[in-house]
């Protein structure tokens, strides 16, 4: 049944809505929520939402609790490819827990945190911005780490990024609903403004077998995938020193040795290349660059490691 | 007057970003002032190009006391302002959110950790900063609360009123925050007004930077005192909230002085011109802040009163 978490009126002849499909079977009072769209330029969660809606409505049988789909927390945004909430200038990922009695988005937020807490599970769909391309990983906080690790390897990803926590983003939806008690994992996957197909399936495997692993679904499931899962900070980042268009030569998955070749910056006016891309560590490529134009500072690649030794993770871990 | 290269970024396809520092005095790092961070704050870099003339005639007439150095930073983020973009025009990113920086990190924070190295040092800081929020402020200064900058401090630029902000998670990437982590007493100053020229904001702001200066022994110059500085928690300014969305009629303005039950505004429906709702203040009070875009939403913060 489709529900409005949350309205207020736009100053044209609109209203806000944020809608939930909330699917409802059997007695048992397990609920999960699946949320995505809070960056209007992430789209990777808007094909996942269809497939569980689509695939638990006609299989309505087996479950055995409350599914709660929110597709598109910040719909303004979706609808004008902004990443942000348009006009505010603002990222909705840093107003949470919003406050009752705020500005718009504030209680827009207020009323978003109070509709989710209490799930057993809520996991937050990302994709990466227009720029990366990521593969599908799950990012938690360390002081949340222990709790939050069992539930992330049902999920069926291939990375869990255990990375330490900023103060910036204590104003995140995860870490407002992790901090009220509402388990809360954060997915990304994918690049924005695109739908990755096979990474949206292996997610939706991943969130039923994580609802059989709760008892809310007796429907046909996967083996999940064994995740690597990183520790200690052990990520490698590869940033631009020069600018220009970045041609990759390493792939995306692909392991890597240290200062192996994995792209090359080149000067398009000049026909000379500007730097040549090495890897920091051994391991694997986890994050590459899709967008080509860079800057001095570009992030071009992540890498998990193979060894934590002499890595000191520094880079932005966005959520 | 001395004029720098303070950092350089080179781009794709374009000429270098090269910020600029204009210095005035010599020995001593005594005050650095910043001015636009984002490519909208014309209004902040104009007010330092004023500042930059008062030095100048300053530095002439040796009215800058001994040992002292003066830096201003009028626009860190030209590229934007030079596109018509808030941020950094590539990835969206917000300069002033990227601080204290990362010389091996992504663009804005390799801007931001190469502007910070240069800002280090200083025994005052000050920020032309803007809002998020679409609207106009009453020219003021703000101290965010570290505990490390003595607050009494905000008395000496003789504005008005003095704000004291408890700092949110995401004021701890700002300029002005950590500053004063590594210890330059910092202090942010608002103007009426970002994306166009308010000459008598300016003139406020840059009297206001002037008598600090002149106060902290910075400047030999008298400017004489303006207002005994009320300081205030930002905590105890009354917030009045839009209870529509529709058409915003503004009925009173910055700095004046408002009765309980006055009229400070109207919204009107967008398509048929009824008055769909009468902002009124609860109280009496100084109006601090209105907004000043035509159209509104629902719950959208659109006046803000210092209450008697």
């Not at chain 1, 990474?199 to 969130?207: H, P, R, T």
């Not at chain 2, 950094?88 to 910070?116: C, H, K, S, V």
């Not at chain 2, 210890?183 to 000459?199: G, H, L, P, Q, R």
């Amino acid at each position: 049944m489709v529900q409005s978490v949350t309205q207020a009126s736009l100053a044209v002849n609109e209203t806000l809505n944020i809608k939930k499909n909330s699917i409802k079977n059997g007695k048992s009072g397990k609920r999960i929520c699946v949320v995505t769209g809070i960056h209007g330029d992430e789209l990777e969660g808007q094909y996942l939402a269809w497939l569980l809606a689509d695939h638990i409505n006609k299989n309505i049988g087996c479950l055995n609790g409350t599914v709660d789909i929110y597709p598109a927390l910040n719909p303004m945004g979706i609808d004008s490819i902004t990443r942000g909430i348009p006009l505010f200038d603002l990222d909705m990922n840093r107003v949470f827990p919003g406050s009752k009695d705020g500005t718009m988005i504030e209680t827009v937020c207020s009323a978003i945190i109070d509709d989710i807490a209490g799930a057993d599970i809520c996991i937050d769909v990302h994709s990466s911005n227009i720029f990366l391309k990521e593969i599908p990983q799950i990012r938690i906080s360390v002081p949340t780490a222990e709790t939050l690790v069992p539930y992330a390897k049902m999920l069926n990803v291939d990375f869990i990024w255990v990375h330490e926590s900023a103060t910036v983003l204590e104003s995140t939806l995860a870490h407002s609903l992790n901090s009220r008690g509402t388990k809360t994992l954060v997915v990304e996957m994918g690049v924005g403004m695109r739908i990755t197909k096979e990474y949206c399936f292996q997610l939706f495997d991943g969130v039923l077998n994580l609802m059989k692993n709760l008892g809310m679904w007796s429907g046909e499931t996967k083996e999940p995938r064994v995740p690597a899962i990183s520790l200690n900070g052990a990520v490698g980042f590869v940033n631009s020193d020069a600018a220009g268009i970045f041609v990759q030569t390493a792939n995306f998955g692909d392991h890597v040795r240290k200062g192996d070749h994995i792209g090359d910056v080149l000067n398009p006016l000049t026909g000379k290349i500007e730097e040549k891309v090495t890897a920091v560590c051994d391991g694997m490529i986890f994050t590459l660059r899709e967008y080509p134009i860079v800057y001095g500072g570009s992030l071009l690649a992540r890498i998990l490691c193979d060894s934590s030794d002499d890595i000191i993770e520094k880079g932005i871990t966005q959520q | 007057m001395r004029k720098e290269i303070l950092y350089s970024l080179k781009s794709p396809y374009r000429e270098s970003l090269d910020i600029t520092g204009f210095k005035f005095g010599s020995g001593k790092k005594s005050i650095a002032i910043v001015g636009a961070m984002r490519g909208n704050e014309v209004q902040q870099m104009y007010v330092c190009s004023r500042l930059i003339q008062e030095l100048k005639r300053l530095e002439k007439k040796n009215e800058i006391s001994c040992d002292c150095e003066i830096m201003v930073i009028p626009c860190v983020n030209y590229y934007s302002m030079n596109i018509g973009k808030r941020f950094w025009a590539m990835d969206n990113t917000d300069i002033n959110r990227m601080f204290p920086g990362y010389d091996l990190g992504e663009t804005t924070q390799r801007i931001a950790d190469g502007l910070f190295s240069v800002l280090q040092g200083y025994e005052y800081g000050i920020q032309l900063a803007s809002f998020y929020q679409q609207g106009n402020f009453l020219t003021h200064v703000k101290l965010m609360e570290t505990g490390l900058t003595d607050s009494s401090l905000l008395k000496l630029f003789g504005t008005s009123f003095g704000i004291i902000r408890t700092p949110r998670p995401y004021d701890t990437t700002t300029l002005n925050y950590n500053w004063q982590i590594w210890e330059t007493k910092a202090f942010s100053v608002y103007t009426n007004s970002t994306d166009t020229i308010n000459e008598k904001s300016a003139q406020e702001a840059v009297s206001a930077i002037l008598r600090f200066m002149y106060n902290t022994g910075i400047i030999t110059k008298t400017i004489h005192a303006a207002y005994a500085t009320e300081i205030i928690s930002e905590n105890s300014i009354e917030q009045i909230r839009s209870e529509d969305g529709g058409l915003f009629m503004n009925k009173t303005e910055v700095g004046k002085h408002v009765e309980e039950n006055e009229i400070l505004g109207e919204i009107l429906n967008p398509l048929d011109g009824e008055t769909v709702s009468v902002i009124k203040a609860n109280f009496s009070g100084i109006v601090y802040f209105v907004y000043n875009t035509p159209l509104i939403n629902e719950n959208t913060v659109c006046f803000k009163i210092i209450r008697d």
